[in-house]
């Protein structure tokens, strides 16, 4: 393990420092969507699902952007124009701003637009494109749950989504020498934080669902092999548990009324239920690079099914 790194649990929120105090990864509060659907059908949406985070977040939340190289750049009044053209490109669309372009801070946005189809995603062939946000934990205090599961439903209804999620997730540099190792670590003893990799998770997802979460979208297909909104309402018993419409075709599972980070042995039993609901069409990838030990990743990423 790289020896730089020191681990600080700050309950409910987790902060994984260097050996310079800098943040290497932090618990906070994570929306994603996955969308088998071209970006020139989802780029204008994705754009309006940025203003609505932005209006819940303040202007000045985000202060970089990510270039065409990969640099981050201050985010001024000008620097609005090439994010817009960036939403258009026809290709792939990838725009990514931050909080704080040295660590990974409690604000983000990233959208990764495909145009399925083309020859760039033939090795590809369940790539679908992908939208996230970040909020920070302490938002759960200041703006509280109901606050933010209503922005992620009103994201949710502004996109043509096959599923999503939102709760707990690591907001991590996984490139970064000791980061995952350090991550998992922590990841083990907290089941309810998510590691989500977005780029290869929006490569391999197809139509399949992530789970379980505070928040779990689903639609078309999986919603339709369930049986429907009112048939999924009648596998889930656990208290807390609701399923919402958000229209015929797309649903909402909430587990409780704020999400938990959990602890290393807790049954969270709302989760358990849920994962085991939706088993049969979930996503699992085949491994995690830098999960320590490697052979533990099968075992955190079924942690509410075994």
Not at 6 to 31: D, H, S, Y
Not at 111 to 133: C, H, I, M, N
Not at 239 to 244: L, Q
Not at 273 to 294: I, K, N
């Amino acid at each position: 393990m790289d020896r730089s790194i020191a681990v600080m649990p700050l309950p409910p929120a987790i902060l994984i420092k260097g050996e310079n105090g800098r943040i290497m990864a932090q618990g906070g509060l994570c929306i994603a969507f996955y969308m088998a659907a071209p970006t020139s059908q989802v780029a204008q949406a994705a754009a309006q699902a940025l203003e609505a985070y932005k209006g819940f977040v303040g202007p000045e939340a985000l202060s970089f952007y990510a270039d065409m190289d990969g640099e981050w750049q201050q985010l001024e009044t000008e620097g609005w124009e090439p994010i817009r053209k960036e939403f258009l490109d026809p290709i792939r669309a990838r725009v990514h701003l931050v909080g704080n372009d040295t660590s990974p801070g409690g604000f983000g946005f990233e959208y990764d637009g495909k145009e399925l189809g083309e020859p760039a995603f033939q090795y590809w062939p369940r790539a679908v494109s992908t939208l996230r946000f970040w909020l920070p934990m302490g938002f759960l205090e200041t703006r509280g749950p109901d606050r933010i599961r209503a922005l992620a439903t009103e994201v949710a209804t502004l996109l043509p989504f096959n599923s999503g999620h939102a709760g707990l997730s690591f907001n991590a540099s996984f490139q970064l020498a000791g980061v995952m190792e350090a991550v998992s670590k922590e990841a083990l003893r907290h089941p309810g934080l998510d590691i989500l990799k977005l780029e290869h998770a929006g490569n391999e997802i197809g139509t399949q669902v992530r789970v379980p979460h505070w928040l779990t979208f689903i639609g078309d297909p999986v919603l339709k092999k369930v049986g429907g909104i009112e048939a999924l309402r009648a596998h889930l018993h656990e208290p807390g548990t609701t399923v919402e419409a958000i229209n015929p075709q797309r649903a909402v599972v909430t587990l409780g009324p704020a999400p938990t980070p959990g602890e290393e042995g807790q049954p969270m039993p709302a989760y358990r239920e849920l994962a085991r609901v939706l088993e049969p069409w979930a996503y699992h990838p085949a491994s995690c690079p830098g999960f320590s030990p490697e052979a533990a990743f099968p075992r955190w990423d079924r942690r509410f099914l075994d």
